[in-house]
């Protein structure tokens, strides 16, 4: 396995590809530069009295190039691999805010009262 794409997504199928086929993706969880580059991929958006999480395709598109090793073989994936990529990368930001709240509620600090170090 390699280090750069340590993590391993099992498809729903396998899928020919050149000589072969593949039923696996390997990828890698976004870092700050990542995002910095392709910013958030779901944001809600208000209208009417309502708000609804929008899902911008382009972003989720931006992020499998920069994080699965062989983002050739995403691209010929059916609807509902498409979509299972699609949540693994929602869950990165899903999990990250959940492990920000829970070091904020066991630390007893709200998000208003985080310490910087060195400050």
Known sequence: MSTDYPLTLTLSK???FGDGKFSTLRYRAPRFPDYVAEGKPQQWVYGDGNRV???STECINAYVD???E????????DLADTLLIED???DFFTEARISN???A???GDSDGD???SGT
């Open 14 to 16: 396998s899928y020919p």
């Open 53 to 55: 999480l929008q899902v």
């Open 66 to 68: 920069r994080l699965f």
């Open 70 to 77: 062989r983002s050739d073989h995403v691209q010929i994936a």
């Open 88 to 90: 693994t990368i929602l």
């Open 101 to 103: 709240a829970t070091q």
């Open 105 to 107: 509620d066991s630390s």
């Open 114 to 116: 985080r310490q910087i």
